[in-house]
Each structure stands twice: as C-alpha cells, then as structure tokens.
C-alpha cells in the first residue's frame, strides 16, 4: 500500500455531509461519555488511578466478549465485567502496594478470558474487533437512552459524594480522623468507575480506554491548578477528543478509536507545553533567596 492509499483510507470526505446525518445518535453518546470521562477522570489522577482504569478494562472486556460468545448483550456483559473488577479493587486494594499488585494480577487474567471468548465465538470477525478497537458509529435511539440513563445515574451519583470524595482523594488521613466515610467512599467510586470504564469500551474499546478517563484530566493538570478549572478543562479536552474523533472517523475507512487517541494525545502534548513554557517563565522571573541575600 503506498501513501496515498494510506492517506485516503484515513482520511477520505466524500459524501461526507450524508454521512454525518446518519450518526447524529453516535455524536451524541460521544459528547456524553466526554462529559462522564472528564469528569471521572479528574478524580482517577487524584486518587493515582491510572493503572487500576487499565485492569478494569480488562475484566469489562473479558465480560463483553463472554455476552458476546453467549448472545448476551454486551453492554451489559461488559458493566458486569467492570463492576465485578472495581469491586475486588476496592475491597481489597486498601494500601496502594496492594491494588497495584491485584490490578497486575486481575489485568492478564481478564485479558486471557477475554481472548479465549473471542476465539470460541464464531459470528463476524468485526464484532471481535470492535470489544477491542471501538465501534460507536452503529448506535441507535435505544442504546443512546440507556447510555444516557446510565452515565446521568453515574454523574448524579459523583457530585453528591463530591466534596467529601475531594477531601478522602487530597488527604486520605484527615479526612478518616475527621469522620469521613473514606473506605466507604473509595469502593463508592471504584464502583462508578467501573461503570464508567464500561461505558467508555463503546468508543474506544477495551485496550485504548486511557485516552478517555485518564489523558484529558492529566493534560488540564498541566496547564492549571483549580480545582474547578481542571475540572472543566478536562471534560472540554474529553468531549472534543471523542466528537471530533468521531466526525473525523467517517472520512475514513479505520476504526474510531485512533482517531480519539491520536485527538486526546495531541491534546495532552500542546497542554505539557504550555505548562512548560508558563513554568520556565515563573522560574526565570523568580528571586532566588541565595541571590536576595548577595544583593
């Protein structure tokens, strides 16, 4: 294949406005579930997450393929996956050595399942793919609803445990001395977690679901420190990232989930940047106290 193929079967916009008409259901579930990633992502880089999103997505994928193999609906193979692994999480992964040993433990396991579903199940190889790659453009009215219904229960779910999870995730020990709720709190979130992980699958699929609910909070991160800022930041970051991943996906003949990766990388590296940037002028404009003393 030589580079013009390649560069037309990534990118290729004809018939690109009838296109578009057809996958208003699936820019709708992708802004959706931006808006449930930034947000739950905040607290995944709060709570030093990132490997146990990883492991759940492993066992979310193990669920999805064994619906698959049984004609089961995936979704909710994949949810009772994820749940199953965040619980086990939560449970049992009190100090952060522990978790991060089950998570290595949980992480092939579910990925050795998961491939062995797939080998047995006998139906389009697509199907298959799609458990691992994403495969967003094929939702229709009834799955945007319950998409819709699960990640509002989700979100409801996160702020009214917002300010008492801020305080357990920025200081775990205060906040247990102060009566703070803090084991009940972490497997309270490992659980939303969990359902987020498998709600995510549906775009990005099992293997790239990182790039929804860890790399935009970790790119607003670099470029501020409020608390509501990153916030905000990082669900922008998310949303644009999987619609613009979404509508740059049906000018070509990929799946979507590179698209969004490649969308929340380029958007991680401008932030690291940019935070580069504002720290070396704060460090060049700053008086060192061995210098305030000579002068």
């Known amino acids: 294949m030589d580079?013009?193929?390649i560069l037309r079967a990534i990118f290729n916009f004809e018939n690109y406005g009838e296109l578009l008409a057809?996958?208003?259901?699936?820019?709708?579930?992708?802004?959706?579930?931006?808006?449930?990633?930034?947000?739950?992502?905040?607290?995944?880089?709060?709570?030093?997450?990132?490997?146990?999103?990883?492991?759940?997505?492993?066992l979310s994928f193990a669920g999805a393929a064994f619906a698959l193999l049984i004609g089961a609906d995936i979704v909710f193979g994949s949810l009772i996956g994820s749940v199953l692994a965040a619980l086990?999480?939560?449970?049992m992964g009190v100090r952060a050595r522990d978790k991060n040993s089950i998570i290595g433990v949980i992480m092939p396991f579910g990925l050795g399942l998961g491939i062995l579903f797939l080998s047995l199940y006998e139906g389009r190889a697509?199907?298959?793919?799609g458990l691992l790659t994403g495969q967003i453009v094929s939702v229709d009215t009834v799955q945007l609803q319950v998409l819709a219904t699960?990640?509002?229960?989700?979100?409801?779910?996160?702020?009214?445990?917002?300010?008492?999870?801020?305080?357990?995730?920025?200081?775990?020990?205060v906040?247990?001395?102060?009566g703070v709720p803090v084991r009940t709190l972490g497997i309270g979130f490992m659980v939303l977690l969990g359902i987020s992980v498998a709600l995510s699958i549906q775009v990005v699929g099992a293997l790239l679901v990182l790039a929804l609910l860890i790399t935009p909070a970790a790119a607003a991160l670099r470029?501020?420190?409020?608390?509501?800022?990153?916030?905000?930041?990082?669900v922008a970051f998310a949303v644009t990232a999987t619609v613009g991943g979404i509508m740059l996906a049906l000018g070509g003949r990929i799946p979507i989930s590179p698209y969004v990766t490649t969308l929340s990388f380029l958007i991680y590296v401008v932030c690291r940047i940019v935070g580069g940037v504002r720290a070396g002028r704060g460090l060049n404009g700053r008086v060192l106290p061995a210098e305030a003393g000579a002068a």
Not at 126 to 129: H, I, P, R
Not at 223 to 234: K, Y
Request: aromatic share 6%.
């Open 3 to 5: 580079l013009d193929s």
């Open 22 to 58: 057809l996958v208003q259901n699936s820019i709708w579930a992708g802004a959706l579930l931006g808006l449930l990633g930034g947000l739950m992502g905040t607290f995944v880089m709060k709570r030093d997450l990132a490997f146990a999103v990883h492991g759940i997505s492993e």
């Open 88 to 91: 086990l999480l939560g449970v």
């Open 126 to 129: 697509s199907n298959k793919f």
């Open 150 to 173: 699960a990640a509002l229960v989700v979100m409801i779910a996160l702020v009214a445990i917002w300010r008492p999870l801020t305080f357990a995730s920025v200081d775990p020990e």
């Open 175 to 178: 906040a247990e001395a102060r």
């Open 223 to 234: 470029v501020t420190s409020s608390p509501r800022l990153v916030v905000t930041l990082s």
